[in-house]
Structure formats: C-alpha cells, structure tokens
C-alpha cells in the first residue's frame, strides 16, 4: 500500500527548467565497499528526474553500482583477514556471511531491496557487468589513446605531478580480482593492454571484457559519455576545487568532448549525538532500518529536508514524534498522533484488531477504517519504540501480580481513588469522558490531580506518569483495567 505520492519540491523544480529538453539521464551511485547509506544522494536525483517527467520529459533513472571498483579498507564488522583482497575489485571478492555472490552484492542488495520497497523509478546497475559487457569499450579506447591529454587535466586541477607510467587504465589478469598493474602498452585495435604485475610478469588485459577499470576520476567523465548522463548529484566533497567533478569536468571539454551534465550538491545528514554519518566510522541509517519506522514518503521527507542543500542534524529519538505528526498532517491522512499510536502498539504489541478496539474507544475512530494502513502505522510505531524511544516511552502493562506489588507503595487515599474509577468507568466512554472522569473524581475526592494520576499510572506500568491517561484507558480492555484498578 502506497502512502500520498511525494509534491515536486521548488529546489528540484529549478534544477530540472535548467537542463534542458532531453531526453535525460540521471544517474547516482556508489561504490558498495560498505553498508550504503547515501540515500539523500539518490533521493535528490529521484526529485529532480520527477519533475523532469513531471514536464513530461523522456527520463531514464539509474543507480550506477561501482562494483568493479577496488577494496581499500575493510568495512566495519568485515573479518581482519579480509584485508588480503585490499586492491581486488568488491565484484570477485566473496561474501564475509557467504549469503551473496559477492562482498560487493552483500551491501548492493539490501540497498536495492530498500529502493524497490520505495516503489522507486530505477534501473541499479553493476559497472563489473556494464564494463564485462563493452559498454565502457570506446570510452577506455579513447581514455588510453588520450593518456597525456588526461594526465595535464588532473595535474593541472589537483596541482600534483602524475608519473610519467602513469595510466588512465587499472588492468587485472583474467583469472584474479586485483587492480592497478602498470600498463606498458595499448593495443587499440585489439581493445587490449599489455601491463606489468608487481612480480615484474608481463600479462595482458582485455578491457572490452571487463579485465579491468578506468581510474575513479578518469571514469567519472568517462561514465557520463558512455551513459548519456544529462544530471548526477553530489555531496560537496567531491565539488572542491581540485575535486572529482573538477577533473572530470576538465576532462569532458578537452578529451571526451562531451557536454557537462547538470549538478546539485547536497549537503551531509549527521545523526544527533553520533555525528556526521560515515561508512568507515560505522556511523550509519540504513534505509532498510528506517523503512521500519516511517512509510516511503516520510523518509524521503526526513533525508531531503527543507532543501538538501542544507547539513541535516536527525533527530530519530525526541524529535521524531513531531515529525511524523507533522508529516501526516501535511499528507491531509486521518492519523492518531504517533506518541499514542505509540503507545497503543505497546500495549496491544500491535495486533491490530485490538489496536483498533481501543482507538475507537479512545476517539480515533476515523483512524481504524483502513486496517491495512493501521497495521503498517502499528508497525512503524512499535518498530520505533523499540529501537529509538526514550525510556520514558518504552512502555508495558504489568501483570496482575505486578500490579498488586506496585500497589503496596500508594497511600490509602490513591488506592480509594483507583477503587472510585474503577467502579465509574463504564465500556463505552471515549477517551475525552474517561480523561474528564478521571479529572473530576480526584477533585471529588480532594486528591491533588497529580497524586491521584500518579498511582493509575503505578498500578498500570510501573511508572509515576505516562501517555494521556484518558485515551489510554478507555482504550484498556475492560478485564485488564478492572483488575489493575481494582486495588
């Protein structure tokens, strides 16, 4: 089930009236060295080729998988001894679980999974398989035929001197996974290298058959002719003077002679209290994780911001209630405010016919007609109250022997006050009259409101306060209520 599609933001709007009629390709990536993490990436490129089709233009989406890229730091949780594949490409090095083909489809498929379950418009390719197959065949032909021009184009953006070896190709022998032998010779009509190894051997690489790759920087703009790409998308590390997209940039005017595709540079998301999200530090939201908590559209909500132009700082924990309240307001949805939904989830531990029982009796009736959307909103919460709640949310009805020990600490006048509810209380009250009956009897009774809440809250869940105990129980089934109060 799908939630309201997503409006095309004004950033993405602009971004599209400026590149142009097409058709277009929009393209993002990553190389999948890691757990990936760098959905904002791929959602600011979503934005921009919606409001391409939204201008009914012809779009072809694609998440560029740097699969033949070479491993150069184990990633986090990967055994040590996996540092022995350092310079193999992710795509011929194994799985560490054994569950994948391959280290680099161990993280690839959790993120394209992610992708699918957010109905997203877009092709995931593989460049092990987009090299193996020739697709990159002419722009390596013309990279290695253009070696000098492409050495004074970096040397002259980065303001380091290139070996004079030094090569726009990585080969590998045909039977292993490392990168980077030196290449001594290029035989053009053969679509061929001839390379040295670091034993001093001689070897040759076909890179029409994917024995190989171009170096990151030569690639990029090399990547951007054989795709056609007309946008892509980067975070600010790579728009630096002297960055990626300098080079690739210098390099599509002089050697590629091949159009600049349009950017926009988005800005990092840190999570509050662990900083800045990084792969290598282990600092990291992964989608599939967040899809537990929020539906599709509240996530691309939450990663892109007001602009992604912006730094994000996410609040997963206090502020995340709001957000979701916030998002279900604009999206014009019947919605129960999360911090309830949050805790009927618990307190029914999301079966849904009773979630349902006790919305309706706590005013949300409009809330339950859907149950299939009512199932996915209990999931979320529970899912969130698990892993990001404060403590004070986390909640739990005792049990009756629970119940009765937490009893012992109230005074005799908490106690003839829950007896007086109890006994009040009747099954078809909503949660407005059970809040009002509540109110109104510790007033009756000359207990100050806070006391008097204070021990429902003791006999309930063990706590000295909790959720608006009006909705919350009315929404009690009748037995569990009648025995907890009834001290």
């Known amino acids: 089930m799908n939630d309201r599609s997503p409006s095309i933001p004004t950033w993405a709007s602009k971004t599209a009236d400026s590149l142009g009629e097409g058709p277009h390709v929009v393209v993002t990536g990553i190389s999948p060295s890691g757990n990936i993490h760098n959905l904002r990436e791929v959602l600011v490129a979503e934005a921009v080729a919606n409001a391409l089709r939204d201008r009914g233009k012809e779009v072809r ?126 035989q053009p009509e053969e679509n061929s290298v001839v390379f040295v190894d670091d034993t001093g051997a001689e070897g040759v690489a076909d890179y029409s058959r994917g024995e190989g790759k171009l170096s990151w920087r030569v690639e990029l703009a090399a990547r951007w002719k054989a795709l056609g790409v007309t946008f892509e998308p980067f975070g600010k590390d790579h728009t630096s003077r002297g960055g990626s997209t300098d080079t690739a940039d210098g390099m599509c005017r002089e050697v590629f002679n091949y159009p600049i595709p349009g950017r926009y540079e988005y800005e990092w998301i840190s999570i509050k209290g662990q900083g800045a999200m990084s792969s290598s530090k282990g600092i990291v939201l992964l989608p599939e994780d967040l899809l537990k908590i929020m539906p599709p559209n509240a996530l691309r909500r939450l990663m892109l911001g007001r602009d992604p132009a912006r730094a994000l700082d996410l609040d997963l924990s206090g502020g995340f209630p709001a957000f979701m309240d916030e998002y279900r307001a604009d999206a014009d949805e019947p919605a129960v405010p999360f911090l309830h939904l949050v805790t009927v989830a618990q307190t029914t531990n999301g079966d849904t016919t009773a979630a349902a029982r006790m919305l309706d009796r706590g005013g949300y009736e409009q809330a339950t007609q859907d149950r299939d959307r009512l199932a996915q909103d209990l999931a979320h919460a529970l899912n969130w109250s698990e892993t990001w709640a404060p403590d004070s949310l986390k909640l739990r009805i005792l049990t009756p022997e629970e119940s009765r020990e937490a009893a012992t600490g109230l005074e005799d006048e908490q106690r003839a006050y829950l007896r007086s509810i109890s006994e009040r209380i009747e099954p078809d009250m909503d949660g407005d009259a059970v809040q009002d009956l509540l109110y109104s009897t510790a007033v009756g009774m000359d207990l100050k409101p806070k006391k008097a809440f204070a021990a429902l809250y003791t006999v309930l869940l063990g706590k000295k306060s909790g959720p608006k105990a009006g909705p919350f129980v009315a929404g009690l089934p009748d037995d569990i209520r009648s025995s907890r109060l009834s001290v």
Not at 91 to 117: K, M, N, Q
Not at 118 to 128: A, Q
Not at 165 to 179: E, N, T
């Open 61 to 186: 989406f694609i998440f560029h998988a740097d699969t033949i890229d070479p491993l150069r730091k184990i990633a986090p949780g990967i055994p040590q001894e996996y540092e022995r594949y350092i310079g193999h490409s992710l795509s011929h090095i194994p799985d560490p679980e054994g569950c994948h083909a391959s280290y680099s489809e161990h993280f690839l498929v959790p993120f394209e999974e992610s992708l699918r379950e957010m109905e997203m418009d877009i092709e995931v390719l593989r460049s092990h398989e987009l090299y193996e197959s020739g697709l990159y065949t002419d722009v390596t032909r013309e990279s290695l035929t253009h070696t000098d021009a492409l050495r004074n184009v970096l040397q002259e953006a980065s303001g380091r001197q290139m070996p004079e070896d030094w090569s726009p190709y990585q080969p590998r022998v045909a039977s292993g996974g490392l990168v980077g032998n030196r290449v001594i010779q290029h």
